[in-house]
């Protein structure tokens, strides 16, 4: 059974900061990985997706990466900003036929101006 | 492109109660996708289907637990008989049915049994 560790659980940044969130799993028999933010009370956004063939993806001040034999992937948020206050939640999706998504607990970022 | 549509997005209810959740997904995605989230957790799988099939059940889904997607767009989630342990938000997700099967998720039904 696919078991996801976040750490840490939460981090408090002054603005303009860069931070890494680390994300580790039991199982590298991963199809992808997806990296989600999500505010109070609402719903995931899909921050990045990194396919299991893939080492890294960018997308504007966020690059994650991959490394599935040693069953970890982080988040790098570079120029942190207020805006980017929000708990981080990473999930690799099974593979063989699988296609859930297994969660961790997610890292509540605070990103104080 | 509007994005996964869920409602109600709050619902009280007395325990023993039936309850009935409502997922549109994402135009032209045919992957399905329920979650459960309580407080301070990440997301639970609960079920998943292609098309109209429901081709995986998490153990989560017990037997009071019902999903469907009858003509292969909606879907359904019923509770039958709630019990305070079932309070939490439902979470649809929906993906296109080609690599890399991108999940995109609603905002969310937040359930509470009084």
């Known amino acids: 059974k696919q078991e996801v560790t976040q750490i840490p659980a939460a981090l408090s940044v002054p603005e303009g900061e860069n931070l890494v969130l680390n994300c580790s799993f039991t199982?590298?028999?991963?199809?992808?990985l997806q990296w989600f933010r999500q505010d109070p009370g609402k719903g995931l956004t899909s921050l990045l997706l990194?396919?299991?063939?893939?080492r890294e993806q960018t997308s504007g001040r966020l690059n994650a990466s991959l490394d599935k034999s040693s069953g970890r992937s982080t988040l790098y948020i570079a120029a942190s900003q207020p805006g980017d206050s929000a708990t981080y939640l990473c999930a690799p999706e099974s593979g063989a036929g699988s296609y859930q998504l297994t969660f961790g607990k997610g890292t509540k970022l605070s990103v104080i101006p | 492109d509007t994005g996964v549509s869920q409602n109600p997005r709050h619902k009280i209810t007395k325990r023993g109660q039936n309850v009935t959740f409502r997922c549109d997904p994402i135009s032209e995605h045919n992957r399905l996708y329920w979650y459960r989230q309580t407080l301070g957790q990440g997301p639970e799988f609960l079920t998943y289907f292609q098309n109209e099939a429901q081709l995986e059940k998490s153990r989560l889904l017990s037997d009071r637990f019902s999903a469907e997607r009858p003509k292969g767009s909606f879907s359904t989630l019923e509770i039958q008989r709630t019990e305070q342990g079932d309070s939490a938000m439902y979470l649809c997700?929906?993906?296109?049915?080609?690599?890399?099967?991108?999940?995109?998720f609603g905002p969310g039904t937040r359930l509470t049994v009084t």
């Open positions: 997700a929906s993906s296109l049915p080609q690599v890399p099967y991108e999940q995109y």
């Open positions: 990194i396919q299991s063939s893939q």
């Open positions: 199982d590298s028999a991963i199809y992808n």
